[in-house]
């Protein structure tokens, strides 16, 4: 049996993982899809205070409190910035980093640095029009998201702290 922590991308949560625990269950792996602070079912914890470095916190003491080792660390989009960050503090409960779709950064670096000019120009903008200038609105679903998934997942997504990504 195999463990997996999946640590999910902005504007989401473990919500974005709940078709992936039976199949991986019914493999007979175990799943943990924690939510990252302010976000999901943990918005009521949303402030401008949030930034990557607590995100990355919020992993660690997952792998604490559940006392997960060897575990395969998945980070999608943004949680790839995360993941990198939780593999630097807990190597040692950590056995591969899988990064799905998703950022990786280099010590230092933040999304911005790697997502280029327009996109910081992008989410400042939506952050100081909608966001009392630190609440970035969700970017599009994919193209190719199906219909009933997008009705269900866009009243779950929300606005991601810009501190995430600075």
């Known amino acids: 049996m195999a463990g997996f922590l999946v640590v999910h991308g902005a504007w989401s949560s473990a919500f974005a993982w709940?078709?992936?625990?039976?199949?991986?269950?019914?493999a007979g792996h175990e799943l943990y899809t924690p939510s990252l602070t302010g976000l999901?079912?943990?918005?009521?914890?949303?402030?401008?205070?949030?930034?990557?470095?607590?995100?990355?916190?919020?992993?660690?003491?997952?792998?604490?409190?559940?006392?997960?080792?060897?575990?395969?660390?998945?980070g999608h989009s943004y949680g790839g910035m995360v993941a990198t960050g939780v593999a630097d503090r807990a190597p040692e409960r950590?056995?591969?980093i899988i990064y799905l779709d998703a950022?990786?950064?280099?010590?230092?670096?933040?999304?911005?640095?790697?997502?280029?000019e327009n996109s910081r120009l992008r989410a400042t903008e939506g952050a100081a029009g909608a966001g009392e200038g630190w609440r970035v609105p969700a970017n599009l679903l994919p193209p190719d998201t199906?219909?009933?998934?997008?009705?269900?997942?866009?009243p779950r997504r929300h606005p991601q702290p810009i501190g995430c990504f600075s």
Request: hydrophobic fraction near 45%.
């Open 40 to 74: 999901g079912e943990r918005i009521h914890l949303a402030s401008p205070l949030i930034d990557l470095e607590l995100h990355v916190e919020d992993i660690v003491q997952a792998l604490f409190h559940e006392d997960l080792r060897d575990v395969h660390l998945i």
């Open 146 to 154: 199906p219909g009933e998934d997008v009705e269900w997942m866009l």
């Open 18 to 26: 709940r078709k992936m625990r039976p199949l991986l269950r019914a």
């Open 103 to 116: 950022f990786v950064p280099r010590a230092g670096q933040s999304v911005f640095d790697l997502s280029g």
């Open 94 to 96: 950590i056995r591969q």
